[in-house]
């Protein structure tokens, strides 16, 4: 006599087959994969001309993991709030950096980047700008500015053909050691006046942002 098999449990075991499957594979190349770790200091003064405000950072970037991360290369963009009676656009740094990956996921890989190998460290300053026009805007209200730095490390490797990116939103400000121009003043000496001019590289802090979420993939 001919037992008819029972699909729905062949089904329900090979199902659970493939999931187990996949799970062994994703942690088999999450434990060989690249990692790539990013480290930002500043890199200079904040200094002024005809193109606006400009501020520079060192990117140091480290393989922690266990392959060569291929195609490496940090993609920035500045942004900022506008402080007016008429803005009314809600200020999102963390949508604006999601923005920004979202693009580097659907083009191909730079073509002006770094190999990296586990273990290896390399360094790359960017220097960023925000326009005279856009300190104008920014400005309307109080005459300072609070710009934002937000991006990505985007690399590749052998695992996959993805892109991949460890994120993050940088903050300047300046030291907050009272100074003459915002004491006569009464002025947040913390703010970065655009009035007082170019800021030293010894009073230029940065702050990684609570809100990237830190988030690498």
């Not at 493939?18 to 003064?45: F, H, Y």
């Not at 947040?188 to 979420?213: K, L």
């Amino acid at each position: 006599m001919l037992v008819e098999p029972d699909w729905l449990s062949i089904r329900v075991y090979f199902n659970a087959a493939k999931k187990s499957a996949d799970v062994a594979e994703k942690s088999l190349v999450a434990a060989n994969r690249p990692w790539v770790k990013v480290d930002i200091q500043t890199a200079g003064p904040i200094t002024y001309n005809v193109n606006g405000a400009n501020f520079t950072l060192r990117f140091i970037l480290t393989n922690v993991g266990h392959s060569p991360a291929t195609h490496v290369w940090v993609n920035t963009r500045l942004v900022f709030p506008v402080v007016s009676m008429e803005a009314d656009d809600h200020f999102n740094p963390r949508t604006e950096m999601l923005k920004d990956v979202a693009a580097m996921k659907k083009r191909g890989p730079s073509t002006l980047a770094y190999a990296l190998f586990p273990g290896d460290t390399i360094s790359q300053e960017v220097t960023v700008t925000m326009s005279q026009a856009d300190i104008e805007r920014a400005t309307t209200l109080i005459k300072a500015i609070y710009p934002r730095v937000v991006g990505a490390v985007d690399y590749r490797m052998a695992f996959d053909s993805e892109a991949h990116d460890t994120v993050f939103i940088i903050e300047f400000r300046r030291n907050d050691a009272p100074r003459e121009f915002t004491t006569v003043r009464k002025l947040a000496p913390q703010a970065i006046w655009v009035e007082e001019g170019d800021v030293p590289a010894s009073d230029v802090r940065i702050f990684r942002s609570i809100i990237d979420g830190g988030f690498a993939d």
